[in-house]
């Protein structure tokens, strides 16, 4: 439409759109057009600003965006899978969970940081130094994200890790000290091993790998690690 019109492409999402929020009202409720409506005024708003900045994206940039950015995220995802970083804002958003948990008892994931941190990171490229730049990183970054998402089995998610031992008092000891993270401890029996516990916590991706060195530390102890997507309070 904008481009058999002539009309900017803001003004004619505005156009098509405005049916489907009318018939919103009457069908999905009032609560529902707040929600979508809000969303629609400020994805609105950033595509009548974005689509007057001149940008041009050759074949040159396309390639180092595309390329650089998976090259990147396959590096990444090797290095956080063996339990490192390479990026200083890891650091310091790990600092900052660390504090408000100490304070506050509530434990955070240190992914809204890191995105928290990388926005303001490209926002203040993007005034201060090149639009250009900043635009085509924050694309490097996204296609890196994915790939680290890809090969590490979703880094944002919980991992459980269940544990089963006969003596539990250690791991607890070492998961308190070492992670601050506390354990539901269950009664278990097993037809060959006999009694045991079975301890069961959740942990980010980042402290997965000190979990399993702290296992690895306890002989006689079996364990399994599952994804979990989603945790309710």
């Not at 997965?208 to 002989?219: D, E, P, V």
Request: proline letters at 1%; aromatic letters at 12%; a positive charge.
């Amino acid at each position: 439409m904008s481009k058999l019109t002539g009309y900017n492409l803001s003004l004619c999402v505005l156009l098509v759109f405005l049916p489907f929020l009318i018939a919103g009202i009457f069908f999905l409720g009032k609560k529902f057009f707040v929600r979508v409506f809000i969303g629609f005024v400020v994805y609105t708003i950033g595509l009548a600003y974005f689509e007057k900045i001149p940008f041009e994206l050759n074949t040159e940039h396309f390639l180092a965006v595309a390329f650089g950015g998976a090259i990147l995220g396959i590096g990444l995802s090797l290095i956080l899978r063996n339990g490192g970083c390479i990026d200083g804002s890891e650091i310091f958003a790990n600092i900052i969970v660390n504090k408000i948990f100490n304070k506050t008892g509530k434990d955070y994931s240190i992914s809204y940081i890191l995105i928290g941190f990388n926005v303001i990171v490209y926002i203040a490229v993007f005034i201060l130094i090149n639009r250009d730049s900043a635009m085509l990183s924050f694309l490097v970054y996204v296609i890196a994200t994915a790939i680290i998402d890809h090969f590490t089995d979703h880094f944002d998610a919980i991992k459980q890790v269940t544990i089963i031992t006969k003596d539990p008092d250690a791991i607890i000891r070492q998961i308190k000290e070492e992670l601050n993270k506390t354990c539901t401890i269950l009664k278990s029996s097993g037809v060959i091993a006999g009694e045991n516990k079975t301890l069961i916590c959740y942990v980010n991706y980042f402290e997965l790998q000190r979990m399993k060195t702290i296992i690895s530390q306890n002989k006689g102890t079996f364990s399994t690690v599952s994804t979990i997507e989603e945790i309710l309070r």
